[in-house]
């Protein structure tokens, strides 16, 4: 199916574990982006890839490692998962620098 | 910090009426945009109006942009239940970041 997709949908997982979730586009879009939503925060930026191999920091990158060895998959790791890592996150694409973002379902994660 | 702030932050009206939600913004912009989300979705991108622009319409939905108030407005007519959501604006400066405000919550009563 064409377009964005997270996995997993839901996660539980204990704290200090390292865990990975994944994001697919179809698209070839350039430009990925994750972000975690929060109460009272809306959406905050975690990372984003501007091409494959090309990742940078946004808001939030503290705990958190991105890779995008292909222009398609833009894998979000927490390499040590911490309670305040519960969150819903959010994996995005756009075609270009200022154009719309096309949003995955989101993957809740919670860290127990 | 946030680029993007919504104001309110719930609105709760009568289906047929119209709702109004504000956004502010602190730095200069190349567009804004604005997003919806149904609840446990992902969000959905409602219309986009660059900073040369002034008014922009899609469907039922009305955006403006004053630029020397740094603030947005999306105005949805004759609002149904099925508009309950919540929604978001989002600036973006000409780089590769698009920044997201809290969202408004939108609750419309058949």
């Known amino acids: 199916d064409a377009g964005i997709t997270q996995s997993p949908r839901y996660k539980i997982t204990e704290t200090g574990r390292q865990v990975t979730l994944m994001c697919h586009q179809t698209?070839?879009?350039?430009?990925m982006f994750w972000y975690r939503q929060d109460l009272g925060h809306g959406l905050r930026l975690i990372y984003y890839?501007?091409?494959?191999?090309?990742?940078d920091k946004g808001e939030v990158p503290d705990g958190y490692v991105v890779s995008r060895s292909k222009t398609e998959n833009f894998p979000l790791t927490l390499e040590s998962a911490t309670r305040s890592q519960t969150s819903v996150y959010f994996c995005?694409?756009?075609?270009?620098?200022?154009?719309?973002?096309?949003f995955g379902q989101g993957t809740r994660l919670t860290v127990v | 910090s946030q680029q993007g702030e919504e104001d309110p932050q719930a609105l709760s009206i009568q289906e047929g009426e119209n709702a109004t939600m504000n956004c502010s913004y602190k730095?200069?912009?190349?567009?804004l945009q604005w997003y919806r989300q149904n609840s446990g979705r992902g969000l959905v991108h409602l219309i986009l109006?660059?900073?040369?622009?002034r008014e922009k319409h899609s469907g039922r939905l009305r955006v403006t942009l004053d630029t020397s108030k740094k603030s947005s407005s999306l105005l949805i007519t004759a609002s149904r239940a099925a508009d309950t959501a919540s929604y978001f604006c989002?600036?973006?400066?000409?780089?590769?970041?698009?920044?997201f405000g809290a969202g408004t919550r939108l609750f419309v009563k058949a």
């Open positions: 995005a694409s756009r075609v270009d620098r200022d154009t719309e973002a096309f």
């Open positions: 698209w070839s879009h350039s430009y």
């Open positions: 890839s501007a091409a494959a191999d090309i990742t």
């Open positions: 730095t200069s912009i190349n567009n």
């Open positions: 109006i660059r900073s040369n622009e």
């Open positions: 989002a600036t973006s400066r000409g780089g590769f970041k698009t920044i």
